[in-house]
């Protein structure tokens, strides 16, 4: 999909929207913020929900303290604020507050990505998957676009878990077929294909949709990354016999080793390629997708991963 | 244990009968924190004896999980948990995790890791305005920047529910608190910072229900008690020695010796 002549929607938007709109049927559900309430979207939330909406400034631990109190009494708590921050400061709170303790709090990771642009490297958020979906009874989400974050936020306000969505900073194309729902576990796929199996999560996947190439690619739409659906991605991987992972964050740690993993304990001959950050901090860019050519994560880069895989 | 001048206080024989019971457990599992388990088990003993709180309503978080005996010892003494298991302690096939864990009846907040119990119970009593938090820290736990957050953000919200005491004992697991990281003026600290503080001697049985009750009735203000103890209170020859803080095996001769100061 060219990004340049999609409908961009913006994730961010669709998330404090419908967020909002729970809030009315939802007098349980409360907001901690961490001195971002702007670029979280939350003003409105806000100043709707005065005595539900907890700012707590720029300390995400004890944010993150504070949401797990909130949830132990019984409340619904979204904890909102940039994934660099959260969990890239209060990791060691999200584990022993929340995790530990088997609190539903909702985390939204803003900013994930090197789509975080010109923010640089310390605000996009490269490891976030990496140290979410390690942590015992967390579950991790990352939708595809803004459709999905609509349908996504309704199912993870009555999740009983402990729980991690990215989203990114900017518009992104509209992509998830309306008629689609979303389901814990569960994966979808987005164009069926027989050649190569593409798999990933948020906006960077929509990258692999209409290549032109004469390849058939299955394109799967992993936003349920813990729990994963590995009986959808082992079915279409035994299909195929090639598969390729794509990510904005690094490839250690990423989902990409958690597939190879599963490819391999499964038994089925694979080729495998992967899509992310090698090993580097991100920086600067005013138009996001220039980091994305930069870093090898643009729809050139998954074309040459494709043809690699076609290779006999 | 004599409070000065005084009769001896019902509490002082809970807190004998505790101490014993921690002792035995903390040496059956050849491993525990017996000496801040010593330094808070007075007021833990005052938290749920005293009849101040109710904590089938109101909320306690023990925010060192590393002092877990002396409360699983009161969850027992109360019922909560069969006394039988208090010799499990740490062990494997045990629910009584060695820093305190959330699956014991009776337990809010799973702990071990220091700095976090105050945001917890902030978080807490900001949910249950109709009930009281009481927090239990240390001194030591107070190098962590996040026990610094909380401490504003209940001033912020005017947290008259939450109550936070501080074991102050002087000492952590490398020394002494004043060399390590300084606390100097702890209870200037937290009136600067919008609580209400109440400095007592945190094993006398006459102070601390009183304190309690001062900081429950306090309804605008977070209430801070800064509860001067001693390491190892009880065992006269580990008091106020910060090798002590945890303890492996002991020698039986030393085992004895400390056990004859505690029976008396």
Redesign the interface.
Known sequence: MNWKNSNLLSMRSAFADTLFDLAKNDPNL?VVSAGLRPSVMMDKFATRYKTRF?E??V?E??A????????????NVFLCTYACFSPGINL??I???IC???LPVKIIGYHGGLLTGELGASHQMLEDIALMRSLPTMEVFAPLDAIETVKMTKVLAKSNSPTYMRLVRPDSPECYPHSFGFTIGQSRIIMPGSDVTVLGYGPILTQAINLNLKTSQEIINLSSLKPLDEKTILKSVKKTGRCLVIEDHQIMGGLGEGIAALILKSGLKCKFAQIGVDNQFGKSSIDPLDLYRIYGLSTTDIIAKINYLMKK | MKSWGRPVHPLTSIARELRLTVFEMINSAKSGHLGGSFSALDIMTALYFANTFNFDRDHF?LSPGHLSAPLYAILAKTGKIPESILSTFSQIDSILESHSS?KVPGV??????L??G???????????KDHH?VCLTTDGEHDE??IW??I??ANK?HQGNLINIVDYNGLQIGGATSDIMPLDELAAKYIRFGWTVQTIDGHNFYALPKALKVAKNSTIYPACIIAKTTMSRGISFMENDYHYHDVKKLPPEIYQKAKNELEK
């Not at chain 1, 303290?65 to 009494?73: N, Q, R």
């Open positions: 409360y907890i707590v400034g300390a631990n004890n993150a303290g504070v949401a797990a109190g909130l949830a132990k009494s019984g409340k060691a709170t584990k022993q507050s530990e303790n088997h | 978080v959330h809010e907040f799973s702990s071990g890791s700095g976090q105050l945001s917890f119970a902030a978080g807490l009593a900001l949910g249950d938090t920047g996040q957050e909380a504003m953000f919200y």
